[in-house]
Every structure is written in structure tokens, then in C-alpha cells.
């Protein structure tokens, strides 16, 4: 099975006005360091000139006290290089502990706030995301943006600055050398022009595909028990090796141009020296130009051999930099379709009725042909439970997921005691509704935790309350108690067990508005039926939508709604409409059809069967 | 951006935002084995990590020699730069005063080859390196993704995905980040640095003598730094590793995180966690920043020092001005890049602890292992016994979940486990799954151990399905394809057909070519049910274990499925983990578990008249049908 790409719609296609346009907007997380940073520059730039001054002292030592046979000189000079030599030293110390602190924060920052956009986008970005993109946008592209924003960029204008500087000392020592050397930039322009241009692209790609190659892993991650099942290990192997083979072949390209690059960046400044110590020794012999002046311009040019070698590496981070600005702007550029209305209300818990609307409500998935919800019209009393019936894939989940907007109505509106859920505040609506998924999602953190999720501060009693109505008071009886991690996506628990503590969750604090979708599938008899009379009690308190697969659990609702094509088909009391509608009998009758063996039926005990 | 309610924590908020995480069962639930804070473990873990490097390397062998020959080469041609400058000064100006350019020219061409040979010398070295440094990594990666891949159930449900997820993301691009952009430039500067003290001792000892007073300065101060950044490093990685972890979690339940109103809190423990990662890299950065001036410090001393020295000695007339000059160019050459260069030996400290990581979880031997002589499940129909003879388990010490159990299912029969919760009946499933192996005792199919069957052959043998039903991504087809990768679409069709699932599938958008979004999105609970009860009849095995496998369907479609199971079932063995007595009357045989054990044993209809708890079920339900 290849690798999809479509996790990644804006992504692949070349990006900005200009190349370096998405990092240049990331430039306000330096601002809270633009302290930090002046001072960086300067101690940057001190700390070279500290640098480029000890060889002219050299020069004056060998031109004066050597030439002129004056030891006394000497010591003065040298002792002028050693001071140099420590305030080099120490600006540099002084640099480089400010820039640390610089990037590392700039960079946390960013993740922060990326990862905060991520938790406001709805559920349809991340149905489409692959999260392994998402992923390494938070860590490499990270990374990369910060080994650029703090020593790229810094390196950059201190190399630049470097280079003229001497250049400029060098055009003064000796003007028509010094120029030569001025012209030595033009073919370095033209090769760095040539290399960021290429190096773009790769970068891209490369980022990219890390992400594909995350998301393999993460994905073989989620589904290890379904691969140790069918022993598909060498079959996602060679999946994965197919991945790790493009990362490989984009790595050796990138090599392969960063090589390209680096040896001509080598050879502009070698080829340079080579053309100064000929002209320079012939204006020596000329005398036009005295030892040590040639001995100061060859060391001085010498230094330009660092900036020069370090431009590949500086420039391919900048390039890694502003394709990785790319991606995270793609994602921070997602507005968060799902947010508060200008002017949204919020509707305290005791002032709600708990009448819930459903008015020619439609629904499709974004980039779906046929919408999966056409027309639901559907009210719920205040009080009054809803079981939602239809065939399996209908859309009775998705119907679910309109209630705290985990996906917005794309038609008609649904409305809480007239208001329309989107002219409540997200917050204030989501505090209302206690919601269990069709399969508990449950984090590797405590039982608490997750019992708690949004509501950290729920109390003792609370917790204890809503564990004894789901019949999980398991959850006490576990090694460390409330506080024991449950593993990954509760996999150290039974199924049953799982579904008991989302259900735990979803009535904590007795919400307004329940909804459960299929909250007892995977319950013993026993703990069904136990769940089933706390269930009737919380539920008299709220509203509530259930959806149901089995005749048992509908014993739980005043009515039942069957969802047909997008359409509510039929509504009424489970007998009703098991009298009059053929289609609800077909999906629910007690009694099959005959000559097949008769369905399971209620059982006391707690023996792990369920009822039909 | 702003971002909500994320301000600063409390100051007494912080255990708080640690505890959230709550206690393991397993001690070693975050880490391989190996690793360990001892002293010990953190020598053993760097004993590994090196023999995994030259495990590594040891391919590349030819390569590499032709690597370090071209930087050598490219090393010689970068020194004869200043070499030739002091020849130039002092040996071709007086000639060419005198009208003699032949000294000076000989120097240019001499320059001109030197330039033209480090030019090719560093791109050939370059690719070389690349291409090396390509493949170790894409080995690598392949090494520990395969090793993850070996690595048992038990392993994996302590060590959670999102770590794993972080060994092969950020660890691999930690050592990626090496092999990009450092390598050469480390091994250029160790060369170049042997190499100038080489020429400063050739050049005029005395002065070298001075300069050498340096060594064990520069050799104290990287050993101190090699030790604390060492340290360092390992802490960034473990912090990377909880970053990743979290967001990995949050992200997969962001419909639990949305629709519960936890984005404030997350973003607090996010911050949390990602101010701890902050702190790590900081504490690294710090040392760098500190060793790189320091490096510096000696270097510009020792300029200083040779300044004054040699100074002195050419006034002395004991040496020449253009080996002064030479000297101290070759110093340039010496601390420039040691000192610029901490940048990568940073990138050196960060991969090696990455790979300590990496080097740990290969160390970790999978608890279920591949056995070293397979041995082969006898071939052709009418095989699937299965024994369990004296089998004891627990997932943890001293809670003993299967106590001696004692069971033989003959070919072909159908089981049905029933029990309350916690009886042992997943365990069962397990065990035949050989997700674990037992603590004591065997289990045996058809005769052999199952710790004696090769992966491959147990596979084929064994399909064990559950309530998880995880889609890859790909198409439908694909997906059922898993259960059998060579099988063609007219199989992948009569599969979903026999299963009732033909027809969901061919109204999707594209039939069988539909691509199950990010883990099945799109498709319902009950419709991946579906599309794994056609992936398991697609692999035909010769056992079939279900485990709870039809939750989430609706009565039609489930109907649907128990009548082809009935078909699927009927010349296999099964364990069919049961919810419902429907299931449990047409099996061959029904077993009541309790407390680890089985308590009753016997074809329904017979249990069904004893006096036992089945029959009080089975009284139950005949009374609630009439």
C-alpha cells in the first residue's frame, strides 16, 4: 500500500510570493529577543573585529620591532595581541550564551502556538492531515527554523560583514589586490544564487517526506496488534523501506549539490590567494609593497576563507528554514473554520431548557460528493432520550458530532432552546453537552486525567460520582487507583472497561445535553443492566441523543428516530414503529427472520454476553 | 497568535502538571531495558551504541578508506596553501627582484594544482561522505523500525507509540542533522589539526614546542565537555520524547480533546513539557557556549604567545620572518576550526546520544521470539489442534491471570469462551495468538510449541481478530488484501462478498479503490468491522480467534456476518470469544472460565441440561424467548 499524499492538500505545490516570505513572517518571535539580539550583533561584531585586529598587529610586529630589530616593541605588541586575543574570547562567550537562550525560547514559543492552532482546528483538518506531517512540523521544521533564526541569520550578517570589512581593509592596504579580491564575490554570488535555487526545492521535498515516513511509522505504530495478528511485519517493512529509500535518494541529492557547492565555494577563495601571493610578490620585489604589508594581507585574506566556506551551509539552512516556514504557515494560515460568532452567547448550565433542534439540518464532508446528512428534521424535548437507529454507516455518528460542532451543519441549523448552537460560545456549548465516542478515546495518562479531561478541577465526589454510575469503580481498585496510567489508548483494560470509563467521562458533572453513541456495546449483561438503571436516572436530568444498535439499549429511550439516506424516515415508540415500519422491523426485530437461529437474550449474570 | 489561557503556570501549579501522567504499572514503562541512569547502564548503552556504529559502518568499509584517502588528499592540498605563501615570501621575492620569475611561477603552479586537486578532493569526498552517511542512516532506520516491528505486543503497549514515533522521527533526524551537515567538517578538523601540529614541529621546533604547552589545555577542556554534554543531550532526547508522545496522543484524540474542552489544559502540559525540552537544549547550548569561547581563549593566548616568541627569535636571527608568518597562519588553521567547528561537534554530542537511544531499544531482545529452528506446522487440510497443557500467565508479577489450564480443542471444532470480565478469556486468545508467551507451561498447535513455530508459518496458521479494527492507509482493497497479500481482486471481492461487505464498499466514492482516510476515518465502527471480517476470510487460517469481533454492528449486518461465519467456521478451529448465546448455541463446544480456569466443558446441548451455570444462562434466555 503506498503512501498517500492527500494528507498534505496546500503542501507540494510551490509556495509564496517569495522563497524566504513565510519565514520573514515568523520574524515577531525574535521580537520578545530584539534585546538579545542588538546585543548579539554587537558582541558579534566586536568579538570579529577583535579578530580581524590581530593580524594587523601581526603586521606591525613584523614590520616594526622585527624589521627594525627593536625587541622592545615586541612586548608591547604582543601583549596588545593577548588583550585582543581575550576580549575576542570573551565576546564571543558573551554571544553565544545569549543566543542559546534566544533560540531555544524562540523556538518554544512557536511550538506552543502552533500546537494551540492545531487544537482549535476542527476534526475535518485533521481527518485530512496525515499526522505524521503534522508531526515533524512541530519538531524538525521547528528545529530548522531555529538553527536558522538564531545562528543562520546571525552568522549570515556576521560573515557578510566579515567579508566587507576585510575586504575594505584589504582594498585599503593595497588597493588593486584588494579589489581583486572585491571581484572574487561575483562568481560567489552567482554560485550561492544557482545552489539556494536547487537546494529549495530539495529541501522541500526532503521535509516532506519526512513526514510521509512519520506518518508510516506512526500509522504502524497505531496498528501493531492488527500486523503481529497477520504477521504483515515484512510487508510493512518493505513499506517503510520504500519510504526510508526516497528519504535516502533526496539525502544523497542534497549531498550531492551541497558537495557540488561547497568545493566551488573552496575554490573561489583558494584561486583568489593563489592570484594575490603572485601579484603580491611581484609588487613586493617591486617594492610597491613591503614584506609584512603582504604577510597582513595574505592573513587578513585568509580570513575570508571561514565566511566564505561557512556561505553553502548557511545558505542551505536558510533554505531548510524557509521551506520548513512554508509548511508550518500552511498550517497556522488554516483558519480554524469552527469559532465563536462576533457576538456569542453563553448559556450557563441552570439556565437551559434542553429542547435540541434539528432544522433541515445537511452535512458532507468536506471534498465528499454526496452529502452524508441531506435533511434531518428532529426535535428533542428537554428531558426526553432520543435513540438514533439506521444501518450500519448511515451517518448516526456524524449526526453526533453536529451536537458539541465537532463538525458544523453545512445546511439548515440546529438550534439549543432556539438558539442556534453557533451563536453559542464554543466553550460554553461544549461545557453543556457530555459526549461518549463510538470507540473511548482514552490517553496513556491517569484514570483522573482522563476522567477529567477539560475539567481539571472536578471534585473528588464528582469523580467518584460519575465512576459509580458506569459501574467503573474498577478504576479504584487498580494498582495506584485513580492515579494509575492507563497504557496507550487504555489497552491494559478489557473493552468493557474501556467503554465504562468514556461513559464515566461523558456524565461527569451531569452535562445538559448527553450524547452517547452506542454507550453499552462491549458490557457484560450484568454491568449493562446496572449501567442501565444509573443511565435512566442521570438521563431524566438531561436531554440526550443516543445512538443504538440493539434492541436492549433502546429500552432506554422515550422515542426512536430512524436515520435513512440523510433522512429521519421514521419517528415514534420502539413498538410503534416495530408495528408499522417494515424497515426499522428489519433492523431490529427481536425475532429473525425464520430459519435462522434466534438472537441472544437477557442474562442476569455478569458472563460477558450481551443482550439483543 | 495568542494563544489561550496558557500563561505562566503557578508557581505552585508544577507538581501538579507532572502528575497528570499519573504511575505506570511497569516500572520500565518509559525506556528500553537498557537504558538506566546507573553509571553502569549509561557505559553499557555506550559500549552498544559504539558497536552498533561499526556494525554500521562495517559495509561501507572500502568507501570509507576511499573517503578518508580524498580527505587526506583534500587535508594535504588545503595546507600547502600557507606553505606556499611562505615559500613565495621568502624564496621568490629576492629571485625575482633579481629578475628570476621562475621560483614565483613554480610557486603559482604549485597553488594553481594545490587549489585545483583540494577542489576535487573535497567534492569527491563530499558525495563520497553523503552517499555513506545515506546509506548507514537508511540502514538504521530500517534496523530499528524492523526491530520495532519484532519486538512483542507487551513490549509495545509499555513503550507506547508515541515513543516510538520519536525514536524514528527525531532521534534519526538528530543523527540525519550530523550526516548533512557536520561530518566532514569534524573530521576536517581533527585531520587539519594533527596535520599543522605535524608542520609546526617540521617547521621550527622550538616554536611548536611553545604552541604544543596549549595541548593539554584544549585536551582537558574537550574531555570535560565530551563528559557534560554527553549527559546533556541524553536529557534533550528523553524530553524530545515526552513532547512528541503528548502531541501524538492529543492529536489522535482530538475529537476527545475538542468536544471535552481540554485544549487549555493541554496547552498548559504542552508548555510544560515543551519548556522542559527548552530547558534541556538550553543547559546543552549553554556548555557549547561556553567550551567554543574557551577553545578560543587558548587559541588567541597561544597566537599571542608565539607572536611575542618568535618575534624575539627571528630578531635572534634564529629563524625567518616568513616562518613566523607561516606559523602563525598554520595557527589560524589549527584554532579556527576547533572553535567554529563546536557548532557540529554539538551535532556530534546530539546524534551519539540519539543513537545510544536507538542502540537501547536494539538491545532489547523481543520477549516472544523467533524461535532459531523453526520448526514446520504439519501441512494440507484437516489440521488446527490445539493443547494447552499446565499454562500459567500474568501480565504482571505476582497476578496470576491463567493458573495451569489445561484445554484441547481438536481440528475443525468451534469454541465458544464465555465468562465474566477478567476471567482469562482475551487471555486465551492471546496466548494462541502468541502475542505473549506463557509463563509457564506450552501452548501447542497441532503438536508443536508455539514458541517453536516460525512468524510466517504461525500466521498463516493463526488469525486472531479483535474489537481494534486498525485500517491502513491505502484503498479497501488493500486493506482486506492484508489478510492475504498475494491474493487477486476477484478474491478480495468474494471476501467482502461472503462477509456481507460488497456492498457498503462498492458505494463508496470509488468501490475498492476508496482510500481509508488518516486510519479509517471515514468508514463507521461497524463498517471496518466489516472490511476485518473480510481481511480475516480472506486469509483463511487454519484457527480463527474472535475476540468480541462484532460490537459495533447492527442486527441485519451482524446476522449477516454469524451466517458467513457458520460457513467460515465449519471446517476450521475456532475460539469465539462470545457475546451472545446465538453464537454460543451453534458451537461445537462451550467453555465456562472463571478466574483463570475452566469450570464447565461440553457441547451446549449437554451443558444445557447439566446443572451448571451455563444451563442457568441457557434457562434464562429460552424463558425471556417465550
Redesign the interface.
Known amino acids: ?4 499524499n ?2 498534505n492538500p496546500a503542501a507540494r505545490v510551490a509556495a509564496g510570493p517569495h522563497p524566504v516570505h513565510n519565514l520573514w513572517r515568523l520574524r515577531h518571535y525574535l521580537r520578545p529577543f530584539a534585546a538579545e539580539f542588538a546585543w548579539l550583533l554587537v558582541a558579534g561584531l566586536a568579538g570579529t573585529a577583535a579578530g580581524i585586529a ?1 593580524p594587523l ?2 603586521q606591525r ?2 614590520d616594526g ?2 624589521a627594525r ?1 627593536e ?1 622592545g616593541g ?2 608591547q ?3 596588545l ?2 588583550l ?3 576580549v ?3 565576546l ?2 558573551i554571544r ?2 545569549v ?3 534566544s ?3 524562540m ?2 514559543a512557536l ?3 502552533v ?6 482546528l ?2 475535518s483538518f ?7 506531517q ?3 512540523r ?3 521544521d521547528l ?1 530548522a527554523i531555529r538553527r536558522f533564526l538564531s ?1 543562520g541569520v546571525f552568522f549570515l550578517l556576521l560573515n557578510l560583514t566579515t567579508y566587507v570589512v576585510v575586504v575594505a581593509l584589504l582594498v585599503h592596504l593595497h588597493p588593486a589586490l584588494g579589489l581583486l579580491v572585491a571581484a572574487s564575490a561575483v562568481p560567489l554570488l552567482l554560485i550561492s544564487r544557482r545552489f539556494g535555487r536547487h537546494y529549495h526545492a530539495a529541501s522541500r521535498r526532503m521535509q516532506d517526506q ?1 513526514g510521509d ?3 508510516l ?21 518493505a513499506r ?2 520504500g519510504g ?2 526516497t ?2 535518494d533526496t ?2 541529492g ?3 549539490l ?3 557547492t ?3 565555494l ?2 573561489v577563495p ?2 583568489t ?2 592570484v594575490v ?2 601579484a ?3 609588487a ?2 617591486r617594492g610597491a609593497l613591503t ?1 609584512g604589508e ?2 597582513a594581507f ?2 587578513l585574506q ?1 580570513m575570508l576563507i ?1 565566511p566564505v566556506q ?1 556561505l553553502g ?1 548557511i545558505i ?2 536558510g533554505q531548510e528554514a524557509a521551506t520548513a516556514a512554508d509548511r508550518v504557515q500552511e498550517v ?1 494560515d488554516t483558519p480554524p473554520q469552527i469559532v465563536d460568532a462576533p457576538e456569542a452567547l453563553v448559556l450557563p448550565r441552570d439556565a437551559v431548557v434542553g429542547r435540541l433542534r434539528f432544522e433541515r439540518v445537511a452535512f458532507r ?1 468536506p471534498g ?3 452529502p452524508v446528512l441531506r435533511e434531518v428534521d428532529l426535535t428533542i424535548e428537554p428531558g426526553e432520550t432520543l435513540a438514533l437507529v ?4 448511515c451517518g ?2 456524524t449526526l453526533l ?1 453536529l451536537v ?1 460542532r ?1 463538525n458544523d451543519v453545512t445546511g439548515g441549523r440546529i438550534t439549543l432552546d432556539g438558539h442556534d448552537l453557533r451563536d453559542l460560545r464554543l ?1 460554553s456549548l ?2 453543556l ?1 457530555g ?1 461518549a ?3 473511548p ?1 482514552l ?7 482522563n476522567l477529567t ?4 478541577d472536578a471534585g473528588d465526589d464528582e469523580v467518584r460520582a460519575a465512576l459509580a454510575l458506569a459501574q467503573a469503580d474498577f478504576a479504584y481498585d ?3 487507583g485513580l ?6 489508548q487504555g ?2 483494560l ?4 474501556r467503554q465504562r470509563l468514556a461513559l464515566a ?1 461523558a456524565v461527569l458533572g451531569h452535562p445538559a445535553l448527553l450524547v452517547l453513541d ?1 454507550p453499552l ?2 458490557l ?1 449483561v ?2 449493562e443492566a446496572l449501567v442501565e438503571a444509573a443511565l435512566r436516572r442521570v438521563l431524566r436530568g438531561s436531554t440526550a441523543l443516543l445512538v443504538v ?3 436492549s439499549t433502546i429500552a432506554l429511550a422515550d422515542r426512536v428516530a430512524l436515520l435513512d439516506d440523510g433522512r429521519i424516515t421514521a419517528i415514534g415508540r420502539h413498538s410503534e414503529l416495530l408495528a408499522s415500519v417494515p424497515a426499522y422491523r ?4 427481536a425475532e ?1 427472520p425464520a430459519g ?15 443482550r ?1 | 497568535m495568542t494563544v489561550p489561557e496558557q500563561a505562566d503556570p503557578p508557581p505552585g501549579d508544577e507538581p501538579e502538571l507532572t502528575r497528570w501522567r499519573g504511575t505506570a504499572t511497569d516500572p520500565e514503562a518509559d525506556r528500553s531495558r537498557a537504558e538506566d541512569s546507573s553509571p553502569e547502564a549509561v557505559q553499557r548503552l555506550r559500549r552498544l551504541s559504539r558497536t552498533l556504529l561499526a556494525d554500521l559502518l562495517r559495509p561501507h568499509r572500502r568507501r570509507l578508506a576511499a573517503a578518508v584517502g580524498l580527505l587526506l588528499t583534500q587535508n594535504a592540498a588545503a595546507m600547502a596553501g600557507p606553505y606556499l605563501v611562505m615559500v613565495g615570501i621568502d624564496r621568490c621575492i629576492a629571485p625575482l627582484r633579481a629578475g628570476d620569475p621562475v621560483p614565483l611561477t613554480a610557486v603559482a603552479g604549485a597553488f594553481a594544482s594545490a587549489a585545483v586537486t583540494e577542489y576535487a578532493a573535497r567534492r569527491g569526498f563530499l558525495t563520497l561522505s553523503a552517499r555513506i552517511g545515506q546509506a548507514v542512516l537508511l540502514d538504521l532506520r530500517q534496523r530499528v523500525f524492523g526491530h520495532f516491528l519484532r519486538l512483542s505486543v507487551g513490549f509495545h503497549e509499555r513503550y507506547t507509540s508515541g515513543r516510538m514515533v520519536s525514536r524514528l522521527t527525531s532521534d534519526l533526524d538528530s543523527i540525519a542533522e550530523l550526516v548533512d551537515g557536520g561530518i566532514d567538517s569534524l573530521v576536517l578538523a581533527a585531520l587539519s589539526i594533527l596535520s599543522v601540529a605535524a608542520i609546526l614541529l617540521w617547521l621550527d621546533l622550538p616554536l611548536a614546542a611553545v604552541t604544543l604547552f596549549a595541548f593539554p589545555f584544549l585536551f582537558w577542556l574537550s574531555r570535560w565537555f565530551a563528559r557534560a554534554s554527553a549527559g546533556a543531550y541524553r536529557r534533550t532526547r528523553e524530553a524530545v520524547a515526552l513532547v512528541i508522545v503528548h502531541f501524538v496522543e492529543s492529536m489522535r484524540g482530538i475529537r476527545a480533546v475538542q468536544a471535552f474542552r481540554r485544549e487549555p489544559r493541554n496547552q498548559r502540559i504542552f508548555v510544560a513539557l515543551g519548556d522542559e525540552y527548552r530547558r534541556t537544549s538550553l543547559h546543552a547550548f549553554r556548555l557549547i557556549a561556553t567550551y567554543s569561547p574557551a577553545i578560543k581563549l587558548i587559541g588567541n593566548v597561544t597566537v599571542a604567545v608565539v607572536l611575542c616568541y618568535g618575534g624575539w627569535r627571528v630578531l635572534g636571527g634564529r629563524t625567518e620572518v616568513g616562518v613566523l608568518a607561516a606559523f602563525l597562519l598554520y595557527l589560524r588553521r589549527f584554532f579556527e576550526p576547533m572553535q567554529e567547528l563546536s557548532q557540529f561537534y554539538n551535532s556530534l554530542q546530539s546524534a551519539t546520544a540519539a543513537l545510544e537511544k536507538l542502540a537501547g531499544v536494539l538491545d532489547e531482545r523481543p520477549s516472544v521470539a523467533e524461535p532459531a529452528r523453526p520448526v514446520a506446522l504439519p501441512a494440507g487440510p484437516g489440521h488446527g489442534e490445539l493443547t494447552f497443557r499446565a499454562v500459567s500467565f500474568g501480565y504482571r508479577a505476582g497476578t496470576p491471570i491463567l493458573a495451569g489450564l489445561e484445554l484441547t480443542v481438536p481440528a475443525g471444532q468451534t469454541v465458544a469462551l464465555i465468562g465474566p470480565t477478567g476471567a482469562g478469556k482475551s487471555t486465551i486468545a492471546k496466548l494462541v495468538a502468541r502475542f505473549h508467551d506463557p509463563d509457564t507451561g506450552t501452548v501447542r498447535l497441532d503438536g508443536v510449541d508455539l514458541r517453536d513455530v516460525g512468524d510466517a508459518d504461525l500466521r498463516r496458521a493463526v488469525v486472531l481478530v479483535t474489537q481494534e479494527n486498525h485500517l491502513f492507509s491505502g484503498t479497501v482493497a488493500e486493506n482486506i488484501r492484508f489478510g492475504r497479500p498475494g491474493a487477486d481482486d476477484a478474491a478480495v471481492q468474494a471476501a467482502a462478498r461472503a462477509i456481507g461487505a460488497h456492498d457498503f464498499i462498492a458505494a463508496l466514492p470509488d468501490g475498492y479503490a476508496t482510500q481509508v482516510h488518516r486510519r479509517g476515518g471515514r468508514l463507521s465502527a461497524g463498517q471496518r468491522q466489516l472490511v476485518a471480517f473480510a481481511r480475516a476470510f480472506l486469509a483463511d487460517p487454519a484457527v480463527l480467534i474472535l475476540d468480541e469481533a462484532t460490537s459495533s454492528l447492527d442486527v441485519p449486518t451482524e446476522r449477516l456476518v454469524q451466517r458467513a461465519l457458520s460457513t467460515i467456521l465449519h471446517d476450521r478451529t475456532a475460539l469465539v470469544i462470545a457475546h451472545r448465546l446465538s453464537t454460543v448455541e451453534t458451537a461445537d463446544r462451550v467453555l465456562v472460565v472463571d478466574g483463570g480456569r475452566i469450570v464447565e466443558d461440553g457441547p451446549p446441548a449437554v451443558l444445557a441440561e447439566a446443572d451448571g451455570r451455563y444451563a442457568a444462562l441457557h434457562r434464562q434466555w429460552r424463558d425471556s424467548l417465550v
Open positions: 500500500m503506498p503512501a498517500e492527500d494528507g590581530v598587529v601581526v610586529v613584523v620591532p622585527v630589530h625587541p615586541l612586548v605588541l604582543g601583549g595581541a593577548l585582543l586575543g581575550v575576542e574570547a570573551v564571543i562567550f553565544r550564551w543566543q542559546s537562550s533560540a531555544v525560547g523556538e518554544a511550538r506552543a502556538d500546537y494551540a492552532h492545531l487544537q482549535r476542527p476534526t485533521h481527518d485530512r492531515w496525515q499526522s505524521g503534522l508531526l515533524s512541530i519538531t524538525s528545529s545562528f519526512q515516513v512519520a506518518t511509522v506512526e500509522e504502524t505504530a497505531q496498528g501493531l496488534r492488527t500486523m503481529k495478528a497477520y504477521g504483515r511485519g515484512p510487508e510493512l517493512a517503510f523501506a526510508a529509500r528519504l535516502h539525502g544523497v542534497k549531498g550531492r551541497m558537495a557540488n561547497s568545493a566551488l573552496d575554490l583558494n584561486v590567494l593563489g601571493l603572485v603580491g610578490a611581484a613586493a620585489a614584506i603582504l604577510v595574505v592573513s585568509l571561514w561557512s551551509w542551505a539552512n497556522l464532508y465528499a460528493a454526496t439506521g444501518a450500519t454507516g448516526k455518528s458530532s458539541p465537532l466553550d461544549r461545557r453537552v459526549m465516542f463510538e470507540e478515546t490517553f496513556s495518562m491517569s484514570i483522573r486525567e479531561l477539560g475539567r481539571p487498580l494498582p495506584w492515579a494509575t496510567r492507563v497504557g496507550e489497552l491494559s478489557s473493552g468493557g472497561q467521562r452506542d456495546s462491549a457484560d450484568h454491568t444498535h440493539r434492541p428489519a433492523l431490529l426485530a429473525p435462522e437461529p434466534p438472537p441472544a437474550a437477557s442474562t442476569p449474570d455478569g458472563w460477558g454476553l450481551v439483543s
